[in-house]
């Protein structure tokens, strides 16, 4: 803290020489006090019981007034001694975990009884103002040395819980998984529950230009630094979860992966991961929240692209032979028919379409293929192709 050298700042250079030696005796007494004082209007410093604390206090309240007294015998001194003091005091009450608003209030309760005890022993009028102003400009400085020393301290505990719960996502993705022994001492060390089941949830931003701070409860893990953007999201079944996910998905397009034991969050991330990879295709639908339990065919199907473009190259040739439209009409109708045992009432209940047409397209497609088209041990195959050959034709036309 950077202070001004001047008269507005330093209110007890205009105090008058001499006002030091008849204010030390007060102290003693005074301490008392405003420690009496302070626990009648700041219950939460009211702590008899506590040995501990009420030493710390009496040290605080009477260091407080001998520092100010000695301000005023030796105006010029470094302020900067006076704030290390405070910036002390703000951190413990941090490191208690304490609020700083029930400090910030037990030094205006000590300034302003300590203000009436001075006034009433003051014989010099003049003194009366310079002293007034001397007490409060005091109390800012000390109290806004305490809050730096408060601030900075929750900022390191902060930055420490963050370095912990980065530690334990390395743990909870790495593979093999880590001991649970290990696992369990860094949870405890960063503050985290540990679940019964979790969900890996891979994160894209919607807008790549304008990153949008994620809003999370303290229990969801999150790392937004990496390559790829992710989070593990405990008891993903629990109340409130989807409504996480779903305020999430409006600025990044969340692809959630399934639910599995702790030890299984690697793999529910990679699930994630790869789902947001077909998404970001176009291959999976991207613009509301992915859950990979609703689209476990494409996901298995793309597992091995490769071998199932070669499988669609060679069984659905007879397809390349049809226009485009007409093309992708009967590759419908053909995977519906696959799914449905090739009964023509479901697959027609399935597209939405007349029973009949699904007859007429059945014999085009007999037509096409010929026996191949009921081969059973070919059907599963087939169908894998099928869905495949479908996705990409939808993802080449959005």
């Given at each position: 803290?950077?202070?001004?050298?001047?008269?507005?700042?330093?209110?007890?250079?205009?105090?008058?020489r001499g006002t030091a030696v008849w204010l030390r005796p007060l102290i003693g007494p005074l301490v008392d006090e405003v420690i009496?004082?302070?626990?009648?209007?700041?219950?939460?410093?009211?702590?008899?019981?506590?040995?501990?604390?009420?030493?710390?206090?009496?040290?605080?309240?009477?260091?407080?007034?001998?520092?100010?007294?000695?301000?005023?015998?030796?105006?010029?001194?470094?302020?900067?001694?006076?704030?290390?003091?405070?910036?002390?005091?703000?951190?413990?009450?941090?490191?208690?975990?304490?609020?700083?608003?029930?400090?910030?209030?037990?030094?205006?309760?000590?300034?302003?009884?300590?203000?009436?005890?001075?006034?009433?022993?003051?014989?010099?009028?003049?003194?009366?103002?310079?002293?007034?102003?001397?007490?409060?400009?005091?109390?800012?400085?000390i109290a806004a040395a305490a809050s730096e020393g408060y601030l900075k301290a929750i900022g390191r505990a902060a930055g420490e819980i963050e370095r912990r719960r980065r530690r334990l996502l390395g743990l909870l993705l790495s593979e093999p998984p880590a001991s649970s022994d290990e696992v369990a001492e860094v949870a405890r060390m960063a503050g985290w529950a540990l679940p019964r089941t979790v969900a890996g949830v891979a994160l894209l931003e919607r807008k790549p230009d304008q990153f949008?701070?994620?809003?999370?409860?303290?229990?969801?893990?999150?790392?937004?630094d990496c390559p790829q953007s992710y989070l593990l999201l405990p008891d993903p079944g629990g109340p409130g979860r989807s409504r996480i996910l779903e305020a999430i998905d409006v600025d990044w397009i969340t692809a959630v992966g399934p639910t599995v034991p702790l030890r299984g969050a690697a793999n529910s991330l990679r699930w994630a991961r790869e789902a947001l990879a077909l998404a970001r295709r176009g291959i999976i639908p991207r613009d509301s929240l992915i859950r990979c339990s609703d689209h476990e065919s494409t996901l298995v199907v793309f597992r091995d692209e490769g071998f199932i473009q070669n499988v669609a190259a060679t069984r659905l040739a007879p397809l390349e032979t049809l226009r485009p439209g007409q093309r992708e009409r009967l590759a419908e109708t053909l995977l519906a028919c696959l799914q449905r045992g090739f009964n023509a009432?479901?697959?027609?209940?399935?597209?939405?379409?007349?029973?009949?047409?699904?007859?007429?397209?059945?014999?085009?497609?007999?037509?096409?293929?010929?026996?191949?088209?009921?081969?059973?041990?070919?059907?599963?195959?087939?169908?894998?192709?099928?869905?495949?050959?479908?996705?990409?034709?939808?993802?080449?036309?959005?």
């Open positions: 803290m950077v202070r001004r050298q001047d008269a507005e700042s330093r209110p007890w250079l205009a105090v008058p009496a004082e302070i626990g009648s209007h700041v219950p939460e410093f009211d702590r008899p019981e506590d040995e501990v604390f009420g030493q710390q206090q009496r040290l605080a309240v009477d260091g407080a007034l001998r520092q100010f007294v000695d301000l005023l015998e030796n105006p010029r001194a470094p302020w900067e001694s006076i704030a290390t003091v405070y910036r002390a005091i703000g951190a413990w009450e941090a490191a208690q975990g304490r609020g700083l608003d029930a400090l910030q209030r037990s030094l205006r309760v000590g300034a302003r009884l300590a203000w009436r005890r001075i006034a009433e022993q003051c014989d010099s009028p003049e003194a009366l103002g310079p002293l007034a102003e001397s007490i409060f400009v005091f109390l800012d400085e949008t701070p994620l809003t999370l409860p303290p229990d969801v893990l999150v790392d937004t009432n479901e697959a027609a209940e399935r597209l939405h379409i007349h029973p009949q047409t699904v007859r007429y397209r059945l014999r085009q497609l007999e037509e096409l293929f010929g026996e191949r088209l009921y081969d059973t041990d070919r059907q599963l195959a087939l169908e894998m192709a099928l869905h495949a050959w479908l996705a990409l034709a939808r993802a080449r036309e959005t």
